[in-house]
């Protein structure tokens, strides 16, 4: 038993915070039950749908520890598999067993029927925390009933008391557990890393925070051998051109397409159209009948399009041993020299990111077939150009730690978004010269102070090549 | 001169160990692995007996660490058998997980944990866990409980790993090159923890390294993986019995070298002429010389001369 308290006690420890939240959840739920039973018995309704969320929860930070302990050395370990069962077990009976149970008990529907989907909760969550798309299943269902409401609403009633549902239930909870655990409890070799900088967008980011990579599917690998060659091409294109004219600008573009292997104009335009059939798909699935601003639209795009940029920061990071090799390599005379030329060659991911903002937008104008294509497309430059500085400002001297880090992303996105709804309106309300003009000054002066301000202070520090603290 | 496809390595036969009475306590048949299309290991035939330290010798690329992770079975293989305690290694499960000690190449497990909640969760899977051992090391090796293992350098990790590993008093300890980043004290200081567990019977080490002086402190037996192929296993003291490098000086130097019984492999360095031979006849070695109008000088190799000739 003690390897089981072990594995229990592993979410207190890697997500206390995650674990204290979903915990008070049950509590709160258990309290509803009671309450229920002395008082109000639709209120166990409530209690079961608070468990639901929480394990939902529970079963996301769950899916993340089980990643990382589920490594072919941990294997070794006797008895490893029986005992994560075990420590499952105790899992089941506090999420969906026993308050399966106490509502039945209360006299909603039948037991097995909460304790199906409360399993398939708990199935979707784990999906999620193990990183595989079977998590995302749930949107269809959201999909769906956002897409014929009425049509959702009885098939919700018809479901309730049909027999049939809970057996498809368990299926779909057995299901999804099958794919989420499955590759987590198969030894294969291991997946070849990639670097932290490269942005594909398609589940290889390296932002596993330490965990082992799943095994890639064949069209994640085909895509990402697809992205490999426009490296490997682009680096060729470099070296050729610094071969013939070995200029400062040539040696840019090759340390660029070092640090940056999927900031080529191919991997590019590579990125742009999977994410534009993506959202296109994504679109005529959910959103099609619906009346949607072009201001909520066009922010979106400019919000996808910084994404690049927390990306970057934790990259940086973990590029930071590599580095030194790097600063060999080049034997700048000082240097700040050296942290110019780096601040000089992630410039080029503003350009990147308006262009991506742009792109987006496009395709935005077009799906919801807005009517002030020009204002949003203006607003777009603007603001992304603004954005983009200040973002790569603060992943270059921002915060180190996760947290500082995360709250400085959630400051830009935020305040992004805000930027371009305030920058809409004013356009919309003092025409493209004052308007536009005046959004032009307020907020390029302002990322362009930051970023000089920002580019100042990271030549004036030494470069760092200590890895990053785990 | 010689090139390697030539060597005679044959003579030295394959598990050319003498069985100890009991059984195996790893046997390897025809075993095949590749990555992709690079075949690594070439239908390997070996046998380990209990009891025993072995080296395993190689270069770089040659499938060690391939090697040891197919034997515990943390890596598929594409043929072949593996038996560990005299059960098929299908994967790594049952009782016999209790009798394994595993130190990989490098230590990348859970960064987040601490280093004495890491060794407490270990501990916790097992029937056997040495605490003062694990107390005693931790101390002497320098290393924090309360430091994230994240935070630790990969000396460090390379140290949490060994104590993690002979912890539970393995009877089978497989390490891949242990000490590659320990410092000498520390790596003095594994070497006589690793004796020490030696000297109770029944325990049996593998052990990959490029360190041979630390398989010749500990009296290892050699066993050498090339061209994805176990070419032998020895004791190391019957390889410094048998094994001879032979130097022919002469003023002129040497055009080729001359066919020589047992013959390994032929240097030729200036006016030197090196010869590794195996079981060399002296009287014929001393008429060649004469006949050469050579000086002879015998010299007895070490491992580590042994492992550049051979690997």
Same mark, same amino acid.
């Given at each position: ?29 258990? $309290? ?11 209120? %166990? ?5 608070? &468990?639901?969320?929480? %394990? ?38 506090? @999420? ?15 037991? @097995? ?5 409360? #399993? ?26 956002? @897409? ?132 296109? &798909? ?38 930071? /041993? ?9 034997? /700048? ?29 496009? #395709?935005? &104008? ?25 973002? #790569?400002? $603060?992943?270059?001297?921002? /915060? ?7 709250? $400085?992303? $959630? ?15 004013? &356009? ?34 030494? /470069? ?7 | ?311």
């Amino acid at each position: 038993m003690k390897a089981v308290w072990q594995l229990w006690l592993q979410p207190w420890k890697k997500v206390p915070v995650l674990a204290v939240l979903v915990s008070l959840i049950w509590l709160g739920a258990m $309290v509803t039950f009671c309450f229920a039973a002395s008082h109000q018995v639709k209120l %166990s309704a409530l209690a079961v749908g608070m &468990i639901a969320f929480g %394990s939902w929860f529970w079963h996301v930070g769950q899916g993340q520890i089980l990643r990382e302990l589920c490594r072919p050395e941990s294997f070794l370990m006797p008895y490893f598999t029986r005992r994560l069962a075990c420590a499952a077990a105790i899992n089941l009976t506090q @999420w969906v067993l026993l308050p399966a149970c106490i509502s039945s008990l209360l006299g909603l529907p039948p037991a @097995w029927l909460i304790a199906a989907a409360l #399993l398939c909760a708990a199935a979707l969550g784990l999906a999620i925390g193990c990183g595989r798309r079977a998590g995302l299943l749930i949107w269809l269902l959201f999909i769906g009933a956002g @897409w014929m409401p009425q049509l959702a609403a009885q098939a919700w009633y018809a479901a309730l008391n049909s027999p049939l549902t809970a057996p498809l239930l368990l299926l779909i909870a057995i299901l999804i557990l099958h794919i989420s655990l499955r590759p987590l409890l198969r030894i294969d070799d291991r997946e070849t890393e990639a670097s932290p900088l490269e942005s594909m967008n398609l589940g290889r980011t390296n932002d596993t925070g330490g965990a082992p990579r799943l095994p890639r599917s064949a069209f994640n690998k085909r895509i990402g051998s697809l992205f490999d060659h426009t490296s490997q091409w682009a680096l060729d294109q470099a070296l050729h051109s610094y071969r013939q004219r070995p200029g400062s600008a040539q040696r840019l573009t090759l340390i660029r397409r070092l640090l940056l292997p999927h900031d080529n104009p191919l991997a590019i335009a590579l990125r742009l159209a999977l994410v534009a059939c993506f959202v296109t &798909i994504y679109f005529f699935a959910a959103i099609h009948r619906q009346h949607f601003n072009a201001a909520v639209v066009g922010a979106y795009a400019t919000m996808l399009a910084l994404t690049r940029f927390p990306q970057l920061g934790r990259g940086m990071q973990r590029m930071r /041993p590599n580095l030194a090799d790097l600063y060999l390599t080049l034997a /700048p005379t000082t240097q700040a020299q050296y942290q110019k030329t780096l601040a000089d060659a992630l410039l080029i991911l503003v350009p990147v990111s308006v262009l991506t903002a742009v792109a987006y937008t496009l #395709l935005g &104008i077009v799906l919801v077939h807005a009517a002030e294509p020009v204002q949003m497309l203006t607003t777009t430059i603007i603001v992304t150009t603004a954005a983009s500085l200040v973002a #790569l400002a $603060v992943h270059l001297i921002g /915060p180190e730690g996760s947290f500082g880090r995360g709250l $400085v992303n $959630v400051v830009v996105i935020f305040g992004t978004m805000a930027t371009y709804w305030g920058g809409y309106w004013l &356009i919309g309300a003092l025409g493209y010269v004052f308007g536009g003009g005046l959004m032009l000054i307020i907020a390029l002066s302002f990322g362009i102070s930051v970023w000089f301000a920002a580019q100042r202070e990271y030549q004036r520090r030494r /470069p760092c090549f200590d890895a990053p603290v785990a | 001169m010689s090139t390697p496809a030539e060597w005679p390595i044959a003579i030295a036969k394959p598990n050319a160990l003498p069985l100890a009475d009991e059984a195996p306590v790893l046997r390897v048949a025809a075993l095949r692995k590749s990555f992709e299309k690079r075949q690594v290991l070439r239908a390997i035939d070996w046998t380990v007996p209990a009891g025993r330290v072995i080296g395993l010798l190689g270069r770089n690329g040659a499938g060690k660490t391939t090697l040891l992770r197919c034997l515990l079975g943390l890596s598929p293989i594409d043929g072949g058998k593996i038996e560990l305690f005299g059960e098929p290694m299908i994967e790594p499960a049952g009782e016999r997980m209790h009798r394994i000690g595993f130190v990989p190449q490098s230590f990348d497990l859970f960064p987040w944990m601490k280093v004495r909640a890491y060794l407490d969760f270990t501990a916790a899977f097992y029937t056997h866990w040495d605490h003062p051992l694990t107390t005693r090391l931790l101390d002497s090796w320098q290393l924090d409980p309360r430091q994230k293992i994240g935070q630790l350098s990969q000396g460090q990790r390379q140290k949490l790993a060994i104590v993690r590993a002979i912890a539970p008093q393995p009877d089978l300890l497989v390490l891949d090159e242990p000490v590659a980043s320990l410092d000498p004290q520390a790596r003095r200081a594994f070497m006589a923890e690793l004796l020490e567990l030696m000297r109770q019977p029944g325990k049996t080490v593998i052990f990959s390294t490029h360190i041979t002086a630390d398989l010749e402190r500990a009296e290892a037996d050699i066993a050498l993986l090339r061209d994805g192929r176990i070419q032998f296993t020895r004791p190391l003291a019957e390889l410094r019995e048998c094994m001879r490098l032979i130097v022919l000086s002469r003023a002129e130097g040497w055009v080729q070298a001359p066919a020589v019984a047992g013959l390994l492999k032929a240097n030729i360095k200036g006016g030197d002429l090196q010869l590794l031979i195996e079981n060399p006849d002296m009287q014929n070695l001393q008429a060649l010389a004469a006949q050469s109008n050579a000086s002879l000088r015998i010299e007895t190799p070490t491992l580590e001369d042994l492992f550049v000739e051979l690997a």
